[in-house]
């Protein structure tokens, strides 16, 4: 069946400018999750999306970033006002069930934000 | 402090030559560790997950091995092919709660 796919695959925007980053999950997966890889860094967690359950936006580096999923399904992650800082792939996992458990997390390929 | 530190952070070898990279980690409560292999471009690819109770496990060319009293890993990789250039992740789990520790990674280039 079809894997984690994420949208677009590549993204450059201007410092200041809005971006919105899309998270299609496998589907019947009830976990999703948003990560963030810096170069020659290790995967940042950055929010965490279970069931109907309210979100875990622990990981999320400021106000600046938001994330919503809708349905159960689709997420978006959205980052306003967008720093040079924000430069980063961006990953989205899902997994049946919480990783309480040991149910494996499935990555999408990825979005390479690069603000200029 | 990173909880889970890999070692080394690069790696170059022929092809068809064995090589073992290293994971020692922190983590604690103990649950679970993970070894992820990323190709340029895309997400991680789950190798393997070993738990507890678990010493060695194998994925065809690719063998993990856990000292969980130690709380060091390696990952063994036989006969290198080219594909096998890629990083190399270690992910270590606590028993409780959902979040993964990641390791920063090796880089591993297999040349001809």
């Known amino acids: 069946g079809a894997g984690v796919s994420q949208s677009p695959s590549n993204k450059v925007t201007e410092k200041g400018k809005d971006v919105e980053l899309r998270c299609d999950p496998i589907?019947?997966?009830?976990?999703l999750y948003w990560y963030r890889q810096s170069l020659g860094q290790g995967l940042e967690f950055l929010i965490y999306?279970?069931?109907?359950?309210?979100?875990?936006k622990s990981g999320l580096p400021s106000d600046r970033f938001s994330a919503e999923r809708t349905g159960g399904s689709v997420s978006t992650l959205t980052i306003q006002r967008t720093q040079q800082e924000d430069s980063a792939v961006y990953l989205c996992?899902?997994?049946?069930?919480?990783?309480?458990?040991?149910?494996?997390?499935?990555f999408g390929p990825g979005t390479r934000l690069t603000v200029t | 402090k990173n909880q889970v530190e890999q070692s080394p952070q690069s790696l170059i070898i022929l092809e068809g030559k064995n090589c073992t990279l290293q994971?020692?980690?922190?983590?604690?409560?103990?649950?679970?560790l993970r070894w992820y292999k990323q190709d340029t471009g895309r997400g991680p690819v789950s190798l393997t997950i070993?738990?507890?109770?678990?010493n060695t496990k194998s994925n065809g060319r690719y063998t993990a091995t856990l000292d969980a009293d130690t709380k060091q890993s390696s990952l063994h990789i036989t006969a290198s092919q080219l594909s096998d250039s890629a990083s190399y992740i270690c992910?270590?789990?606590?028993?409780?709660?959902?979040?993964?520790?990641f390791g920063k990674g090796t880089s591993l280039l297999v040349t001809p």
């Open positions: 996992a899902s997994s049946l069930e919480g990783a309480s458990g040991s149910y494996e997390q499935y």
């Open positions: 589907s019947g997966h009830t976990a």
């Open positions: 999306f279970q069931g109907n359950s309210a979100p875990d």
């Open positions: 994971c020692n980690y922190t983590v604690s409560p103990f649950s679970n």
């Open positions: 070993m738990t507890f109770s678990e």
């Open positions: 992910v270590v789990k606590r028993r409780s709660g959902y979040a993964l520790n």
